[in-house]
C-alpha cells in the first residue's frame, strides 16, 4: 500500500485550504520559476503539513501537541496551536537560530532546547509526549504530513502545466517525497531532484547504498536541512518517485540566497536557497524548471555572510 496517494494530497489540500496561502511561482532573472513557500504563513511550507496533521487527528490533539524541530517545523506547529485554541510545546536545537525560537515562543508555544540533531529531538519530543499526555507531531516522517506538504505539488504542475524539472529541498524527506508524489502523479515524465548539503547528503549517499544510511554528523549552513538519516517512509516514498539527488555546497548556497535578494528582491534562508542553486549548478535555468524556495527565515549574521558571498 502506497504510503501516500494523489488522492491523499488533493483530500489534504482541501482540509487546509481555509489556513494557509496557495503561494505563486516567480521568475528568477536569468534562472528557473521560483516556487515562493518563503511567503508562506509563517515564512515556510511547514504550515501545510501541521494543519493537515492536527486537523486530521483533532480529536487527539486536545490536551495539546508537541513536536520535534530545527526551527521552521516548530513555528508552523506553534502557529497552528494557536489558531486551533490548543496549546503546543516544541523541542529545537541547542544552537537554534534566535529569530526562530522568538517566533515560537511569539505564538505562544513552549520553547525546551536540546540535542543538535533531528533524530535526538525527536526521541525527547516523543518521550514528553507520553510524560505530559500531549499528541506529538512529527517534523517529516508521517503521511499527513508528507500529504500536506505534497500539495504545494498540486499548485505547482496547475501553474506550470508543462513544468519538466521540480528541484526540492531535502532534509528529513517530507518536502521533497510529497511534492514528488504530487508531480509524478499528474505528470509522470516531470524529473524531479532532491536538493541537499554536500555536508549532509544522507539521501544521495543512501540511494548509492540502496538503503537508508546514517551520517556521523551534518555540518552545512542550511540549519533545517541538518537530518543524519531519511525518514523511513520518506525513504520510501523518493526511493520510487524521485529521479535524483544533488549535492550542494554551502558556498554555492549562499550565493543563491544572494543572487535571489538582489536580483528578485526576495529573501531565502539558506534551506530555501538550495533548490536555485542546485538549479543553477545544473544550468536549469529554463521556465519549465521549478526551484521550490521553501523558507525565508534568515538569521541576520547569516544574511550578511550571503551578502558577502561571490556570484
Same mark, same amino acid.
Given at each position: 500500500?502506497?504510503?501516500?496517494?494523489?488522492?491523499? &494530497?488533493?483530500? %489534504?489540500?482541501?482540509? &487546509?485550504?481555509?489556513?494557509?496561502?496557495?503561494?505563486?511561482?516567480?521568475?528568477?532573472?536569468?534562472?528557473?520559476?521560483?516556487?515562493?513557500?518563503?511567503?508562506?504563513?509563517?515564512?515556510?511550507?511547514?504550515? =501545510?503539513?501541521?494543519?493537515?496533521?492536527?486537523? %486530521?487527528?483533532?480529536?487527539? /490533539?486536545?490536551?495539546?501537541?508537541? +513536536?520535534?524541530?530545527?526551527?521552521?517545523?516548530?513555528? %508552523?506547529?506553534?502557529?497552528?496551536?494557536? +489558531?486551533?485554541?490548543?496549546?503546543?510545546?516544541?523541542?529545537?536545537?541547542?544552537?537554534?537560530?534566535?529569530?526562530?525560537?522568538?517566533?515560537?515562543?511569539?505564538?505562544?508555544?513552549?520553547?525546551? =532546547?536540546?540535542?543538535?540533531?533531528?533524530?535526538?529531538?525527536?526521541?525527547? @519530543?516523543?518521550?514528553?509526549?507520553?510524560?505530559?499526555?500531549?499528541?506529538?507531531?512529527?517534523?517529516?516522517?508521517?503521511?499527513?504530513?508528507?500529504?500536506?506538504?505534497?500539495?504545494?505539488?498540486?499548485?505547482?504542475?496547475?501553474? /506550470?502545466?508543462?513544468?519538466?524539472?521540480?528541484?526540492?529541498?531535502?532534509?528529513?524527506?517530507?518536502?521533497?517525497?510529497?511534492?514528488?508524489?504530487?508531480?509524478?502523479?499528474?505528470?509522470? $515524465?516531470?524529473?524531479? &531532484?532532491?536538493? $541537499?548539503?554536500?555536508?549532509?547528503?544522507?539521501?544521495?549517499?543512501?540511494?548509492?547504498?540502496?538503503?537508508?544510511?546514517?551520517?556521523?554528523?551534518?555540518?552545512?549552513?542550511?540549519?533545517?536541512?541538518?537530518?543524519?538519516?531519511?525518514?523511513?517512509?520518506?525513504?520510501?516514498?523518493?526511493?520510487?518517485?524521485?529521479?535524483?539527488? /544533488?549535492?550542494?555546497?554551502?558556498?554555492?548556497?549562499?550565493?543563491?540566497?544572494?543572487?535571489?535578494?538582489?536580483? @528578485?528582491?526576495?529573501?531565502?534562508?539558506?534551506?530555501?536557497?538550495?533548490?536555485?542553486?542546485? @538549479?543553477?549548478?545544473?544550468?536549469?535555468?529554463?521556465? @519549465? +524548471?521549478? %526551484?521550490?524556495?521553501?523558507?525565508?527565515?534568515?538569521?541576520?549574521? &547569516?544574511?550578511?555572510?550571503?551578502?558577502?558571498?561571490?556570484?
Amino acid at each position: 500500500m502506497a504510503v501516500v496517494t494523489l488522492d491523499d &494530497i488533493v483530500a %489534504a489540500r482541501e482540509r &487546509i485550504a481555509p489556513f494557509i496561502r496557495r503561494t505563486p511561482l516567480h521568475p528568477l532573472g536569468g534562472g528557473p520559476l521560483l516556487k515562493l513557500e518563503n511567503l508562506q504563513i509563517t515564512g515556510s511550507f511547514k504550515v =501545510r503539513g501541521a494543519f493537515n496533521h492536527v486537523l %486530521a487527528r483533532r480529536n487527539e /490533539c486536545e490536551e495539546g501537541i508537541i +513536536t520535534a524541530s530545527s526551527g521552521n517545523h516548530g513555528q %508552523a506547529v506553534a502557529y497552528v496551536a494557536k +489558531t486551533l485554541g490548543i496549546r503546543a510545546v516544541v523541542i529545537v536545537p541547542e544552537n537554534v537560530i534566535p529569530s526562530k525560537a522568538e517566533a515560537i515562543v511569539g505564538h505562544g508555544a513552549e520553547l525546551i =532546547r536540546f540535542g543538535r540533531y533531528p533524530e535526538d529531538r525527536v526521541v525527547k @519530543a516523543q518521550e514528553l509526549a507520553e510524560e505530559r499526555r500531549l499528541h506529538y507531531v512529527p517534523p517529516y516522517d508521517d503521511p499527513l504530513i508528507i500529504a500536506g506538504q505534497g500539495t504545494a505539488g498540486l499548485e505547482i504542475v496547475e501553474d /506550470c502545466p508543462d513544468v519538466e524539472t521540480v528541484v526540492v529541498p531535502v532534509s528529513g524527506g517530507g518536502l521533497l517525497s510529497g511534492i514528488a508524489a504530487a508531480v509524478k502523479s499528474l505528470r509522470p $515524465e516531470a524529473r524531479v &531532484i532532491g536538493a $541537499e548539503p554536500a555536508g549532509a547528503d544522507r539521501f544521495a549517499r543512501s540511494r548509492q547504498a540502496g538503503k537508508p544510511v546514517m551520517l556521523e554528523r551534518a555540518e552545512t549552513v542550511a540549519d533545517g536541512l541538518r537530518a543524519l538519516s531519511p525518514g523511513r517512509l520518506t525513504w520510501e516514498v523518493a526511493s520510487e518517485f524521485v529521479d535524483e539527488f /544533488c549535492p550542494v555546497p554551502d558556498p554555492a548556497i549562499l550565493a543563491a540566497v544572494r543572487r535571489v535578494l538582489l536580483d @528578485a528582491h526576495l529573501l531565502l534562508e539558506p534551506s530555501g536557497a538550495i533548490a536555485v542553486a542546485a @538549479a543553477l549548478a545544473a544550468g536549469l535555468t529554463d521556465l @519549465a +524548471t521549478v %526551484a521550490v524556495a521553501s523558507g525565508g527565515n534568515i538569521d541576520p549574521p &547569516i544574511l550578511l555572510q550571503a551578502l558577502q558571498a561571490n556570484r
